[in-house]
């Protein structure tokens, strides 16, 4: 089995930052894919930036304001996002997928984007 611990969620005023952290550990065979999707309440969960041998896809909201990077030897994604807005807030979901496409999620973390 594949576990994904996410953190760095939390409270932050219109215009901060904030820097998630993915650690994956357990059985990983080969991964293809890290990144990260982020559901709002009652809106679908969407893809924030997703990073692997593909190379990096930003979904059309964090263009130019996150960006993401990864850490092969210690199995980790990072998500920095900048000039954060009201509806940034969200919970956000680790990703991983592996070459033999097998998808796991993290238990998700809460930014929350408020004055």
């Known amino acids: 089995q594949v576990q994904l611990v996410e953190s760095g969620g939390g409270l932050v005023q219109p215009g901060g930052s904030l820097r998630l952290s993915c650690a994956a550990s357990?059985?990983?065979?080969?991964?293809?894919?890290m990144g990260w999707y982020r559901q709002a309440p009652g809106k679908q969960r969407e893809l924030v930036a997703i990073?692997?041998?593909?190379?990096?896809r930003y979904g059309a909201s964090a263009l130019g304001r996150f960006t993401i990077s990864r850490d092969s030897a210690k199995n980790t994604v990072y998500l920095q996002m900048n000039s954060l807005k009201p509806e940034d807030t969200a919970v956000y979901y680790c990703?991983?997928?592996?070459?033999?496409?097998?998808?796991?999620w993290g238990q998700g973390t809460q930014v929350t984007v408020s004055s």
């Open positions: 990703n991983l997928e592996t070459r033999s496409k097998s998808t796991y």
């Open positions: 357990g059985s990983i065979a080969s991964i293809n894919a």
């Open positions: 990073i692997g041998s593909g190379g990096i």
